[in-house]
């Protein structure tokens, strides 16, 4: 029998599953900060809430654990710089700089992507080398167009 699958080989198969891309924001002390995500989704319409898996070492971590809020920014199909630009270990200001975005609700919401929603986070859950924050919605926007999807390692929109 073989043994349990590896990290690459795991990767490798949830790569084939489309996810849409998402920038999730928050505030520390140091100001905005805010990572690329794909393992977010609805969790429940009663109550509204959202999920969005962090990892452990990331500086967003430190801003959702010190604001207790966050955002979940969905990317527009050409966004793509912005996917990238928020998946690197550059530091948080160097990341937003240049940025279009607002504060909503205390958390930065991005321009130009396609919807927004911001929560006050419920509960942060041990997910392995990720913490799984569980969030009530409190605002959302849905400006609308195409979102940016990534599978199988490269980023794309539905009509690719």
């Not at 795991?10 to 990572?35: D, E, I, N």
């Not at 930065?108 to 006050?120: F, H, K, N, Q, S």
């Amino acid at each position: 029998m073989p043994g349990p699958p590896g990290a690459l080989d795991f990767r490798a198969a949830m790569s084939h599953l489309p996810t849409g891309v998402t920038v999730v924001t928050s505030t520390g002390p140091a100001g905005p900060s805010g990572l690329t995500a794909s393992a977010v989704c609805s969790l429940s319409l009663e109550p509204v809430l959202m999920l969005a898996c962090i990892d452990l070492g990331s500086r967003t971590l430190r801003a959702v654990r010190h604001s207790g809020l966050l955002a979940i920014n969905v990317l527009a199909h050409d966004q793509q710089p912005l996917a990238l630009r928020f998946a690197s270990k550059d530091h948080e200001t160097a990341k937003f700089e240049g940025v279009a975005w607002r504060q909503v609700d205390g958390v930065p919401v991005l321009d130009g992507v396609v919807a927004w929603l911001t929560g006050e986070v419920q509960e942060l859950l041990p997910g392995g080398d990720h913490v799984i924050g569980v969030a009530g919605v409190t605002s959302l926007g849905t400006p609308g167009g195409e979102p940016l999807v990534h599978q199988r390692g490269l980023y794309r929109s539905l009509e690719d």
